[in-house]
């Protein structure tokens, strides 16, 4: 077996031990996750006077916008305002400035959505600074306290107590928002609960799918051997009817190919060539196309993506995120980072691989000038979805398609449905992915206010912009990091809004958000 490469090994969790004599703080705001919602909120909160605190579980800022995600996914770039726009204007202004020998492609307004993740990580950075926000790195909510239908207080792994006015969740997870007793979905809707086509199983997708067929046992064959791995058992269940799957996660690489910034990919510890015979067996049929999104960057760089039958994303292994303790994260996270470096070593230097093919694929390396905690691998992995509560209003597929017209609206979207596959399954001996769903949606389209905010009977001084109330597919277009931009301002509005006023969250009158948010634009 290959030696492993010496590299710090990133992670999800660590444990946290607990103080003797845990601290109790307390803050006019606390906002859980430092995502770019959760920035964006802290921003405006700022703004409007009041003293923000983010407690975020990670150990970096930006969520996924600073973890690999450079090549991002906007559908419209005019449908951003504010300090979402804000922030790939100034990412811009970067590459027209210090960075201006860097091949970045800025457009008309100066604006740059293809970039370097340490680029937006610097840009995020200074805003914190510039606005002297508080943020608490590596410690992870464990309980929510809560009187009379608002949050009073949340603890910390390691004891420490955060009592606040107002709350703002912008986990992609919706951790604070669940332990608080926030009703929430998991997984997939049937299409009839809603009026949906997109919903529920899904069959029939023309991307990432098999080209050609490829034998799914252990021996050729013969059923009687077993599976291979990455294949489920599972029934293959119905079109359009509900499950649990979430859609497939994977970590979006920060990948090079110029020799004198380039790091070996790692091999992880337990590599086991078997557990990619699958793959094997289709790039020896004909069809390589893990690369195929593997998309240029500034800087030499680029951002690699899922594509194919067989990629990055580790189809049917994250079931268990969405409401999973952070010991079982931790767990799919590690298998996650073991299950893709395995990948990219088997598809270098797995000896049964066409040479055109381990050639191609060896040319990609990491960066050695990104994540350098690291050893050039992304901090985050791309969860997709996790939970999503159970709000004031809930966005569908006929909202986002335009179909049904949307109340109150606070901000846009403008990125297609999208899906990726939820599940490996075996149909009639061949093994089929399932749950791909690339429907374009038209003209942006808005999303109402009442999807940040929890049902009055249930939480009134939390809103929630990233995790919104939406269904499995609407959420496939609203997840997008503009938007999770846009949303966090929002909620910055509405809970800064709450607390000048005395009002809960759901009584904020729509036409002072609105005129706010108008300001700001």
């Not at 996270?333 to 893709?340: E, G």
């Not at 990104?370 to 159970?390: H, K, M, N, S």
């Not at 929890?454 to 995790?467: F, H």
């Amino acid at each position: 077996m290959p030696e492993s490469t010496d590299v710090t090994t990133p992670y999800h969790h660590r444990p946290v031990p607990r103080l003797a004599e845990p601290p109790l703080h307390r803050h006019d705001v606390v906002v859980y996750g430092a995502t770019v919602a959760g920035i964006t909120a802290a921003v405006e909160l700022r703004r409007a006077g009041l003293t923000p605190l983010i407690v975020d579980p990670s150990g970096h800022l930006g969520g996924m916008t600073t973890s690999g995600l450079g090549r991002t996914d906007f559908g419209n770039r005019n449908a951003y305002r504010g300090l979402a726009a804000r922030l790939y204007r100034e990412i811009g202004a970067f590459y027209t400035g210090a960075g201006r020998d860097r091949e970045a492609t800025v457009h008309e307004d100066g604006s740059v959505w293809y970039f370097e993740p340490s680029v937006a990580e610097r840009v995020l950075r200074r805003w914190i600074d510039e606005h002297e926000i508080e943020v608490v790195h590596r410690n992870q909510i464990s309980s929510v306290a809560t009187s009379h239908g608002r949050i009073t207080s949340i603890e910390v792994e390691d004891g420490t107590t955060y009592q606040a006015d107002a709350f703002i969740d912008a986990s992609y997870e919706a951790d604070l928002a669940a332990l608080a007793g926030v009703s929430y979905r998991v997984g997939r809707e049937a299409n009839s609960e809603f009026g949906e086509t997109a919903n529920g199983i899904q069959f029939g997708s023309p991307h990432h799918r098999f080209n050609l067929r490829v034998d799914p046992y252990v021996r050729p064959g013969r059923p009687d051997s077993g599976l291979l791995p990455l294949i489920s058992e599972a029934a293959p269940g119905t079109q359009g009817d509900p499950d649990l799957s979430v859609q497939a996660y994977n970590f979006r690489l920060c990948l090079t190919d110029r020799p004198d910034n380039r790091l070996p990919i790692p091999c992880p510890d337990g590599y086991d060539p078997a557990r990619y015979e699958l793959l094997g067996r289709y790039v020896r049929a004909g069809v390589l196309d893990v690369f195929d999104l593997n998309v240029a960057l500034a800087g030499g760089k680029t951002d690699m993506n899922n594509r194919g039958a067989v990629g990055t994303d580790h189809i049917g292994a994250n079931h268990d995120w969405p409401t999973g303790s952070p010991q079982r994260r931790q767990e799919i996270f590690a298998d996650h980072l073991s299950y893709t470096q395995g990948l990219l070593h088997y598809l270098q230097h797995d000896d049964s691989l066409p040479v055109a093919a381990r050639e191609q694929a060896l040319q990609w390396g990491l960066p050695a000038d990104e994540f350098t905690d690291t050893g050039g691998w992304p901090r985050q992995l791309y969860v997709r979805e996790a939970r999503r509560i159970v709000g004031q209003f809930t966005m569908t597929e006929p909202h986002v398609r335009g179909f049904l017209p949307v109340p109150d609206v606070v901000a846009f979207g403008s990125y297609g449905l999208d899906s990726h596959h939820c599940r490996r399954v075996l149909i009639d001996g061949a093994a089929v992915n399932e749950g791909d769903v690339e429907h374009p949606v038209g003209s942006p389209y808005g999303i109402a206010l009442g999807s940040l905010l929890p049902q009055p009977g249930e939480c009134t001084n939390l809103a929630v912009p990233v995790c919104v109330s939406a269904t499995h597919i609407a959420y496939g277009s609203i997840r997008m990091e503009p938007v999770f931009a846009s949303l966090g301002e929002v909620a910055g509005v509405v809970v800064g809004q709450a607390i000048t006023t005395g009002r809960a969250v759901q009584e904020v009158p729509y036409a002072t958000v609105s005129e706010r948010l108008n300001q700001l634009a």
